[in-house]
């Protein structure tokens, strides 16, 4: 499985910027979709998931304000965020998970920024 990942950018506080991921490959009917991201000196942390069953969660800190959803009939999930603040500046990843398999997009870069 391949992921390519777009959308990252720089964007004022209280901005909005989406993020995509497309999958190609060998892709499982049933796998989690999802966006992790990782800022200067900080561990990756998930953003959020979403299940080919149509499941969703998401870190606390984002709740309210980020949107994850699912083509999958393109094999693509977005990453929708609204009211983006300082602190959601990142490297964003996005990942896939199927039975025993695990992949990473390249990272695409937010920064959130007056």
């Known amino acids: 499985v391949q992921l390519q990942a777009s959308g990252g950018g720089l964007v004022q506080p209280g901005g909005s910027l989406r993020l995509s991921c497309a999958a190609s490959?060998?892709?499982?009917?049933?796998?989690?979709m999802a966006w992790y991201r990782q800022a200067p000196g900080k561990q990756r942390e998930l953003v959020a998931a979403a299940t080919s069953g149509g499941s969703t969660n998401y870190a606390d800190s984002v709740k309210g304000r980020f949107t994850i959803s699912r083509d999958n009939a393109k094999n693509t999930v977005y990453l929708q965020m609204n009211s983006l603040k300082s602190e959601d500046t990142a490297v964003y990843y996005c990942?896939?998970?199927?039975?025993?398999?695990?992949?990473w997009g390249q990272g695409t870069q937010v920064t959130v920024s007056s």
């Open positions: 490959g060998s892709i499982f009917r049933i796998n989690t």
């Open positions: 990942n896939y998970k199927g039975p025993g398999s695990s992949r």
